[in-house]
């Protein structure tokens, strides 16, 4: 058999060293003197990877503010609401990651009639300026581009010329299709007065650009091909799919302004998120300590390979945390010592299985039985677990189910852990068992 027990370790001693390297912090002391993990900076031909590996610190550890701001949709159809919504989230992400916050989160969130918009902002504290930027409602505007020329210079230069055409006049976009090329396009349709002011406007535009300005950024171009009559016009362009709904999104939130007001502010000092930081680490080693000694004291040396099986669960999901990346959290935190409780569990009912079938069998055959048996039991625990897990993270965004961001990071840490120790439990340990048993069967 190709892949035998020998071999088998050499991939896992592998994933270990690869996995260390990146769960690793960025900087590490010995004996005095501070170590600098290098980046990775891969380059094949034409292509680059690059990633520093850092741990993504959600705002209770790495400090800074929450907003919380609710919007009024009183004047809004209520088949349109969701997608006003989803343009409002878009601009304030957009307006945030302008500020320059680092790692920013913005989420919507809909709850007894209430729709209201969730703003993380690690990092910093004076949210006056952060407030005020985000607060605005989202302002959509056409412009026409004017040639300029000035005394002694041969090159005309271009002034942007805003219309009277906005997104008050802008009745809706959406993403279609053409029907020749199948190429993603924005059709977008005005209000009588917009139609009005549209077709005298790309009356005078024709073969030249026109503007499209949100928040006074220009989010798109189009040519005027010939004079639009009627309030209906095409956006084209070599749009992914992805750009084209990202465009039709923030056309619509001009479209549809919705008021935004702050109805809750939330600060945390970078001091406690550090403490908290450093009691969980510490919590963990504890923890970490307590059950490794338990499994050595009940199981002997089946219970020492169970440890180093804990270890590498361990580094390799931090790994994964800074490879996804995921935000981690408290609540992201006691999701992943809940999963490695979880992985412990498959030890024990192996073991636990292992001495009852070590009575009427030779020790390898009731280990590679125990394995077999147990299966059945982990199986049904981890698949309840998922479940769960899924219920929690609320993935499709179901009105009727949990939308919290915290509950979201345990679930998905808590996910995550289980089917890793999946992984750690019946790859790494039972390879492990059948490398320093001898007679171990492949």
């Known amino acids: 058999m190709f892949w035998t027990p020998i071999k088998k370790l050499i991939l896992i001693i592998l994933l270990v060293f690869a996995a260390t390297y990146i769960s690793l ?22 292509f680059t990877l690059q990633r520093n590996f850092d741990l993504h610190l959600g705002l209770d550890l790495a400090g800074g503010s929450q907003l919380v ?40 969130s809909q709850f007894e009639g209430k729709d209201r918009i969730i703003v993380e902002l690690p990092g910093i504290s004076d949210t006056e300026q952060a407030v005020n930027l985000i607060g605005k409602t989202a302002q959509l505007s056409f412009a026409e581009v004017q ?25 809706s976009a959406q993403v279609v299709f053409d029907n020749q090329t199948g190429k993603p396009s924005i059709s977008i349709q005005f209000t009588p007065d917009g139609a009005k002011k549209f077709a005298d406007i790309t009356a005078r535009n024709v073969g030249k650009p026109l503007p499209i300005i949100l928040d006074n950024q220009v989010i798109s171009s189009p040519t005027v091909q010939e004079q639009i009559t ?43 998120g550090a403490l908290s ?28 390979i169970a440890d180093v099986g804990l270890f590498i669960f361990t580094v390799v999901t931090i790994a994964l945390y800074k490879l996804i990346p995921v935000t981690l959290t408290l609540p992201g935190i006691a999701g992943f010592m809940l999963s490695v409780g979880m992985a412990l569990d498959g030890n024990i009912l192996i073991f636990e299985r292992f001495k009852e079938e070590r009575l009427k069998r030779e020790f390898h055959q009731a280990l590679e039985v125990a394995f077999g048996r147990a299966w059945n039991s982990i199986r049904d625990a981890y698949a309840a677990t998922l479940i769960t897990c899924f219920v929690l993270a609320n993935p499709l965004d179901w009105n009727f189910l949990n939308t919290s961001g915290p509950i979201r990071g345990f679930a998905i840490t808590l996910a995550l852990g289980i089917l890793i120790s999946l992984f750690s439990g019946i790859f790494v340990s039972r390879n492990l068992l059948r490398v320093f048993v001898k007679g171990g069967k492949n």
């Open 25 to 46: 912090p960025n900087t590490i002391t010995i004996l005095g003197k501070n170590i600098i993990r290098p980046n990775l900076n891969l380059k094949i031909g034409s």
């Open 69 to 108: 701001f609710q919007a009024d949709m009183s004047k809004i159809p209520l088949d349109k609401q969701a997608t006003a919504l989803d343009g409002v989230r878009n601009i304030i992400e957009t307006r945030v990651n302008l500020f320059g916050v680092s790692e920013p989160t913005v989420q919507t």
């Open 147 to 171: 040639e300029t020329s000035s005394a002694g210079s041969a090159t005309p230069s271009a002034t942007l010329v805003p219309t009277d055409l906005t997104g008050a006049d802008l009745q």
């Open 277 to 304: 930081v450093r009691e969980s680490v510490l919590a963990g080693i504890i923890g970490f300590a307590m059950v490794s000694l338990f499994m050595i004291l009940s199981y002997g040396w089946l219970g020492f």
């Open 230 to 272: 009627g309030g209906q016009a095409q956006i084209t362009g070599n749009f992914s799919l992805d750009e084209a709904k990202q465009l039709s999104i923030q056309l619509n939130a001009g479209a549809l302004p919705v008021p935004i007001d702050l109805v809750q502010e939330t600060s945390i000092g970078a001091t406690l």
